[in-house]
């Protein structure tokens, strides 16, 4: 039977006023056109009209931060941030070698969303955040002070993106919710109780139930927006397919599918991780599980 509500969802052409108000927005093609023509107003539009303008004072900050080194500073005092007590869980120590050829990582990655439920070694989990969310071995210098870096790249090296973990099974894990801590390459528990993975995703097409662990992307404004302004969102997004990407290869390479997410609950995500929703944001999620 043809369901004609969704038909006429899945149209574009197609006039479906399920709010009696809006009797001009009829189809698409008409919101666009209106968009284009300057007569109603989105924010994605004129963000991209007016991406990469600054102001005097983004200038100043941009200058401020490069002049003073203010980023090595603060790269080397993020350490400190990290919880380190008994609950704690520490990942075991990188494998070094990624043994499948990068050619071939490449030609095998593809989007999952249903996986079988097979237990996930806890060196395999460690591998994966290590490489895909972790700090490199290699070092920059500037002024004398040392810097750390990461296995993806960094609008200034301000690194704005935290991750957040939902571990469903993983050996040696608990499953739950966790803080993902870089420089320690540990795993921080946020004790939260009742987390219903099913809540995670908009649709039911996730096999949440399956899954070893999904990766929850958060964007602290206040880490880059003082030095970059109105720059900061594009310079983040693209960080975040940076990071979001670089997950994908390294758990194809391990023999882990993934499927990055932006059909996600953010505000009920940001609910339970209690982050405040206003400086910090669940912008992108990510699902890692065995076909
Ligand atoms: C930015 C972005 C957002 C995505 N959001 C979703 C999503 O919300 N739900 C979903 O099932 N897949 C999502 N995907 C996965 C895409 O559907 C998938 O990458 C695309 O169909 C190409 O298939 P492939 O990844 O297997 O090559 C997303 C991918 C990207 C890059």
Redo the contacts with the bound molecule.
């Keep these: 039977m043809i369901e004609y509500e969704k038909k006429g969802f899945f149209n574009i052409h197609t006039l479906l006023n399920k709010d009696s108000a809006n009797i001009s927005n009829s189809d698409n093609n008409h919101v666009y056109s209106q968009l284009i023509s300057g007569n109603c107003s989105s924010p994605m539009f004129s963000y991209l009209l007016n991406m990469n303008k600054q102001n005097l004072n983004d200038y100043k900050s941009i200058m401020f931060y490069n002049e003073s080194n203010l980023a090595s500073l603060i790269n080397e005092a993020r350490e400190m941030e990290e919880l380190i007590d008994g609950s704690t869980v520490f990942l075991s120590k990188a494998n070094k070698k990624i043994k499948m050829h990068f050619s071939k990582t490449l030609e095998l ?5 249903s996986f079988v439920f097979e237990n996930m070694d806890f060196s395999i989990f460690s591998n994966i955040m290590h490489f895909s969310f972790g700090i490199s071995s290699r070092k920059l210098n500037f002024n004398d002070v040392q810097s750390t870096t990461r296995h993806y790249s960094s609008g200034g090296g301000l690194y704005p993106i935290d991750i957040y973990i939902y571990v469903n099974n993983v050996s040696g894990i608990s499953k739950g919710i966790y803080k993902y801590q870089p420089y320690s390459n540990s795993l921080y528990p946020l004790n939260i109780d009742n987390v219903d993975a099913k809540s995670f ?3 039911d ?2 096999d949440t139930q399956n899954m070893n662990f999904c990766v929850f992307f958060e964007y602290s404004i206040n880490r880059n927006y003082l030095k970059y302004g109105e720059l900061s969102l594009l310079n983040t997004f693209v960080e975040l ?1 940076g990071m ?2 670089n997950f ?1 290869l390294v758990c194809h390479s391990m023999h882990y599918t993934t ?6 609950n953010k505000s009920s995500v940001e609910k339970f991780l209690f982050l405040d929703g206003v400086n910090d944001h669940i912008v ?2 990510n699902i890692c599980g065995k076909e």
């Design positions: 990655r593809h989007s999952t969303r995703f908009i649709g097409n996730i397919g979001s990407h994908d499927c990055p997410i932006a059909g996600f992108f999620t």
